[in-house]
């Protein structure tokens, strides 16, 4: 009997290719993404590289991520193999096989295509693991090892996870078997369809929740609301998309077909008729590749982002090669001026600019555009539409609308830095607000009106020890050291506690050994601090930039590795559906086709119709994911921004870009697989 099983199986297999080799494929894909993730969350050479952890911890996330979407899209692409298999398998049993003779055909079918998923999916994933890894490696400026690293635990766990997958395959199998008779299932492949009913109030339901959506990418204007808002925003277009498709555009043609001028004109009458059985039996499916395409341009352009950013975003966070900020602080609360923190003097200054001077003649560097200053900041709120710029109550919710950024500093340094003339009296304030907060209008100043002069040309990223591109921002420069230590007792009245004050020095620089430059600042500023402040412990920050880069260069490297394989991921699904489709369109065209020969029409017409039909069911999905995407682009910017510095103009672009990509890349697709539905169709 394992003999005729055997060959049952594999002639099952050879005679039913078109949907079998897909399947094979796009499962070996699978097998190669999966094993792919967990090599490299193994390899040492990643792990023991700079940034390497970053990958690493990115690498972790993704193997999640492609897990839950490898469980969904393996059962979505074996049920495209599971149907229409009613009738081979009634034809099986009219022919004398039993219930379990044809559950075990079905386990040698599954064993066979396992083999050939492992193998071919492990052999191509060992050879685009060494691709990737070279490319990572090139892009962290490492150099490149050369042979393979082949991990024996990565291939045993995805073999593991891929048998477990095709048993679940044998299960459904065996319970769609086991749930119906063999008659039965014979019946179900031939019974008839009803035509389908309009449900307005469903499409009522879609055209509100993708209104919905639209409404907030379109009108949402600050990135930490965009943020809170993504999934909402998702989750209602996505519910949108799949009622609107479903019961849509079946409303639609009901619609159509009630215009009796309209639905009794030869082109309309047979395209109407036959689009509302398509639509019935293609909705879902059309609904999934049209979320599916709209997440492959997403996922496209803000790769793409992630690569072109990378410097600017650098450059915005870190303007200077180097920056030290160092925290005075009195240890004892008790102090004598009664203040926890307190503000660096210009002697400290000076002593800290004198440390890392003699650090540089040791290490040969030349210093360029010295800066320090000494400030304090918090995140403000703009209250009720007046600015009063009071420190935001932490135990109250996040106001992410009416957020600020404020920077305390004192004249004398931004008269240091900046070459301006400053020579505010005492109380006096001067202001530089970049994104017109104040609005030309009187400064509420901790419940106090003032008024204020207005900077302009100040370079914003050199008074922040962190920079964000989030919040709005604006400084405020104050006369005196007593004037930015009132600003404490102010804040310290609303949230009983006081924040920092902070001294920061920022230059240029090249340093020869990064790593050892570092160090030795690390001991130089230390030392330095203790000298000023004892017995206290994380009192300073230092950062170089060149450093930082790679580090947030690890991150990026990581991150769009996993964003590309989910492009190929979502890419090779849609092409899967797209294939499946139209195999599943010819054989139910093949028999409309005689059908309509039949009746009397002629060749021209019955292959304009079917073409008309097709291209309306296959562009659908492309259309409605360009209209998501247009809708999001805003949107999706403003989500990018926490991550990456790009403006909107080049995000756009790089949107529209990946747009055309994927439509012409669409457009292939359909091309190539027109050609089985036209084969099928014929013969």
Same mark, same amino acid.
């Given at each position: ?32 993404? /999966? ?48 149907? @229409? ?38 052999? #191509? ?21 050369? @042979? ?9 766990? *995805?073999?593991?996870?891929?048998l477990a997958l095709y048993f679940g395959f044998f299960i459904r199998t065996g319970f769609q ?41 379109? *009108? ?50 047979? +395209? ?6 398509? /639509?019935?039996?293609?909705?879902? =499916? ?45 240890e004892d609360t008790n102090a004598s001026d009664g203040h926890y923190y307190k503000i660096p003097s210009t002697e400290e200054a000076e002593g800290y600019l ?64 900046? @070459? ?19 609005? =030309? ?5 901790? @419940? ?15 008074? +922040? ?42 230059? +240029? ?30 009192? &300073? ?19 769009? &590795? ?16 797209? &294939? ?15 059908? /309509? ?42 989500? #990018? ?43």
């Amino acid at each position: 009997m394992f003999k005729l099983y055997s060959r049952l199986a594999i002639q099952n297999i050879h005679n039913d290719r078109k949907r079998f080799v897909p399947f094979l494929l796009a499962m070996s894909l699978l097998t190669l993404m /999966m094993y792919n993730f967990i090599s490299m969350g193994m390899n040492p050479y990643i792990l023991n590289s700079r940034g390497g952890r970053n990958i690493i911890q990115v690498l972790t996330v993704g193997r999640w991520i492609v897990g839950i979407a490898t469980l969904i899209i393996s059962f979505y692409a074996y049920s495209f193999v599971l149907k @229409g298999r009613q009738e081979e398998f009634s034809l099986l049993n009219t022919l004398g096989l039993e219930k379990k003779h044809i559950r075990s055909m079905v386990l040698i079918e599954l064993l066979l295509l396992y083999l050939g998923t492992i193998v071919l999916g492990i052999t #191509l994933g060992i050879l685009v693991d060494k691709l990737i890894f070279a490319a990572m490696t090139m892009f962290l400026d490492g150099q490149v090892k050369f @042979g393979f690293f082949i991990s024996a635990n990565a291939i045993l766990y *995805t073999c593991s996870i891929f048998l477990a997958l095709y048993f679940g395959f044998f299960i459904r199998t065996g319970f769609q078997i086991q749930l119906h008779s063999i008659s039965s299932l014979r019946q179900l492949s031939s019974q008839g369809e009803k035509e389908p009913k309009a449900k307005t109030w469903l499409a009522l339901i879609g055209l509100v929740f993708m209104g919905f959506g639209y409404y907030l990418a379109l *009108t949402i204007q600050n990135p930490l609301k965009a943020i809170a808002m993504f999934v909402v925003a998702v989750v209602a277009v996505i519910i949108g998309t799949y009622c609107l498709i479903t019961a849509g555009s079946i409303t639609y043609l009901k619609w159509r077909k009630s215009k009796k001028k309209v639905y009794y004109q030869p082109e309309h009458f047979v +395209n109407i008729s036959n689009l509302l059985y398509r /639509m019935k039996a293609n909705a879902v =499916g059309l609904g999934n590749i049209a979320i599916l395409s709209t997440m492959v341009i997403i996922i496209l352009s803000i790769s793409a982002s992630l690569v072109i950013g990378i410097k600017s975003t650098i450059d915005y966070q870190y303007p200077r090669d180097y920056e030290i900020s160092v925290y005075s602080r009195n240890e004892d609360t008790n102090a004598s001026d009664g203040h926890y923190y307190k503000i660096p003097s210009t002697e400290e200054a000076e002593g800290y600019l004198k440390a890392i001077a003699t650090l540089n003649e040791k290490h040969h560097i030349q210093p360029q555009d010295i800066s320090y200053f000494r400030a304090t900041s918090g995140t403000l709120t703009l209250k009720n539409g007046e600015f009063s710029f009071e420190e935001q109550d932490q135990r109250s919710s996040w106001d992410a609308l009416n957020a600020v950024q404020v920077t305390y500093v004192l004249q004398e340094d931004v008269n240091r830095v900046f @070459g301006t003339n400053l020579k505010l009296k005492k109380g006096e304030l001067a202001v530089y607000d970049p994104d017109n907060i104040l609005q =030309g209008k009187d400064l509420n100043y901790f @419940g106090t009106k003032k008024k204020y002069q207005t900077l302009s040309n100040i370079n914003m990223t050199l008074f +922040n020890a962190v920079n964000t591109t989030v919040l709005k921002q604006i400084v405020i420069v104050v006369d005196s050291v007593e004037s930015l230590a009132n600003v404490n007792v102010l804040q310290a009245k609303q949230l009983g506690e006081e924040s920092r004050y902070y001294l920061t020095i920022k230059y +240029n620089g090249q340093a020869i050994d990064e790593e050892k430059y570092m160090n030795d600042l690390k001991n130089v500023i230390e030392a330095e601090y203790h000298k000023n402040v004892a017995n206290s412990k994380y009192g &300073y920050l230092l950062n170089s930039k060149r450093l930082n880069y790679r580090e947030l260069l690890s991150i990026h490297v990581g991150t769009i &590795y996993v964003l590309s394989m989910l492009v190929v991921l979502f890419t090779s699904v849609s092409v899967l559906v797209i &294939y499946y489709k139209q195999v599943s369109e010819g054989t139910r065209d093949r028999e409309n086709y005689l059908i /309509m020969r039949k009746v009397g029409m002629d060749e021209r017409m019955i292959h304009r119709t079917i073409r008309q039909q097709v291209k309306i069911i296959f562009f659908l999905p492309p259309l409605i994911a360009t209209m998501h995407v247009l809708a999001a682009t805003k949107f999706m910017h403003l989500v #990018l921004q926490i991550i990456v510095k790009i403006s909107f103009s080049t995000f756009a672009w790089i949107t529209f870009a990946s747009l055309a990509v994927y439509l012409i890349f669409f457009y292939i697709v359909y091309t190539l697989t027109t050609r089985t539905y036209y084969d099928i169709v014929k013969h």
